[in-house]
């Protein structure tokens, strides 16, 4: 039988702030003994990390929402795991958890910890672990509060989301689609955008990789846009700032294409816009909410359940593949939640 | 007796857009007779004329929330007149009102046209007539209604507001001293800074002409920015989105640094501070407000009365100074609200 002193705890630490993109050279390899928990803390063997844009912005120095990584610490990632090794009461050896193990094999929280680290049971009856890191992790809780207490959905307005296959912008747009809004995507690629309307429902998607977002979103939003979802920013947040309706709503939830600038980041030229038009560009940062993540769970799992929300997720397996898997999320590879399986369950 | 035939309507026509700063050469000056009213209208002599950074905007060809000048006619203005002939029950010769004259000695109203122009007695215990056309007019109400409604402000926090000095900035500032914040104004030149803070009681104002508006910023805000009420846009905008705290508001009411732009407006680089700070930037218009510019009225001219409120204008005298005058709100000479005499009452 395998003991917590056989263990090895491969881990990937920041070793430099990248400038543009991430590379392999920016992380190191380290490896450590595991240790057991003592006084009422918890061992968990890390079974999936969780790949978000958001990582990119910790990876930088500077006040954020967050701290930033600190050089030569793991790296931060949500995910999910198993405890291996248990002296809290509220948890049990075999039980799956949500926690932020970092981007390491193993993650050991001590008792004092546990609440301020977030571990909690997951219920695999309302969704697979993949999807515990998606519709039901993160990524699902930031669509649903940006767009609901945001964006603030009214049925037959029009809602439009970029990213619209990732794993938030899937959230978003099958949500608005719940609550009875028309629904634009913008994703790269025709794949992606057939994928958003034919298995997700939207009511059209735009390629911007195949050329004019303007004019796709003049086509597919007639009556205007209402609601924009933006997790973008750059020149698509401007071209949907001149198709905005009176009193309409930008959640500012991410700007993907400027988080690997070498050069500063494009602002908004079109943002008069919002005088114009009498509208709000407003930023959601998901942890304001954890007090009600499970209301917002709940319903999605109904949705799951009820087949009016689908969950996408493009699974990488092996930590040590981290460095390039986290690329796919900047270049728009990914096609669905990106996820990390470090180990299986 | 002079007779209403007698009379000469000197005109100012908008002869060509303007690219970059509006010249005298981008104007017509016309004449014409002047027609008595018929049916229920009014003949109104143009006492004054307000001079606004928004009639920048309206100058320029496009989709805003007002339809713009068209080539050949008298620019739009906002001002106060006195009847000097009616047929309209509701108005009496002699009666000073409130109106939208445009650049001309003469306005005739028809009565179908009466409410639709915004045509309104003036009463003159309120406020003088310029009073009326700065703190108990367009500025005042932008301010009023841009502060309170779109800014929210709570006692103890703090307000930002850049155009200090102008019409809109002086009302914002005030009112929110009133309210109980801290108000820290942005203004050009040492004799604008220093009469914002002495005779308005600002608590302190950054000249932005002499240095680092961000260093200014960090030394006046100590506990951050609250609430910013923006008139300028531009690199000050940037500045201020670095010091906002959690949950700010930013009340987008102009960009008076880009409106003579001959490139493309800078967007606010810094844009992402709304979502690192769950922040909010939203457009102003004053004409949605107008069912509740009586009420705004009758308290600010309550606040004139008990001398909490102070109001400045800077009246130029003569129609045919407007293409000159109109520059002075651009290269910021204006000191208080920009108003144009036409005529003695």
Redesign the interface.
């Known amino acids: 039988m395998t003991t917590i002193a056989d263990l090895t705890n491969h881990q990937i630490r920041l070793a430099a702030r990248p400038n543009g993109l991430p590379t392999r050279e920016g992380w190191s390899f380290t490896s450590e003994p595991v240790n057991a928990p003592d006084d009422e803390g918890v061992l968990i063997k890390t079974l999936a990390i969780s790949l978000d844009p958001a990582m990119r912005g910790w990876m930088n120095e500077g006040?954020?929402?967050i701290p930033p990584v600190g050089i030569g610490e793991v790296m931060r990632a949500g995910g999910i795991g198993e405890v291996i090794a248990s002296k809290s009461p509220a948890f049990a050896v075999g039980d799956v958890v949500g926690c932020s193990p970092g981007t390491q094999e193993y993650c050991l929280v001590p008792g004092t910890d546990l609440k301020r680290a977030g571990v909690f049971k997951i219920d695999l009856r309302l969704g697979t672990q993949t999807q515990w890191l998606n519709v039901l992790g993160m990524p699902g809780m930031t669509g649903y509060f940006g767009l609901m207490d945001v964006g603030m959905p009214q049925a037959g307005e029009t809602v439009v989301v970029s990213g619209a296959a990732g794993a938030v912008g899937q959230t978003v747009g099958q949500l608005a689609k719940i609550k009875g809004c028309r629904v634009v995507g913008i994703a790269g690629g025709p794949a992606k955008c057939e994928w958003v309307v034919k298995e997700l429902g939207f009511d059209a998607c735009i390629d911007y990789k195949a050329g004019d977002v303007k004019a796709g979103l003049k086509a597919h939003c007639p009556k205007g846009v209402d609601i924009y979802f933006d997790n973008v920013?750059g020149d698509i947040l401007?071209a949907v700032l001149t198709r905005i309706n009176r009193k309409a709503r930008i959640i500012?939830?991410?700007?993907i294409s400027?988080y690997n600038n070498t050069t500063?980041?494009?602002?908004?030229?079109?943002?008069?816009?919002?005088?114009?038009?009498?509208?709000?560009?407003?930023?959601?940062?998901v942890f304001?909410y954890a007090d009600r993540y499970h209301l917002a769970v709940a319903e999605m799992a109904g949705y799951l359940k009820d087949g009016r929300m689908k969950s996408k997720e493009d699974v990488v397996t092996g930590l040590d593949t981290f460095p390039e898997t986290l690329l796919k999320l900047f270049n728009g590879e990914n096609f669905g939640k990106l996820v990390l399986q470090v180990a299986s369950a």
């Open positions: 006040k954020s929402y920013g401007d500012v939830c991410g700007a400027q500063p980041v494009k602002g908004p030229a079109n943002y008069l816009s919002l005088l114009v038009n009498r509208a709000r560009m407003e930023g959601i940062v304001d």
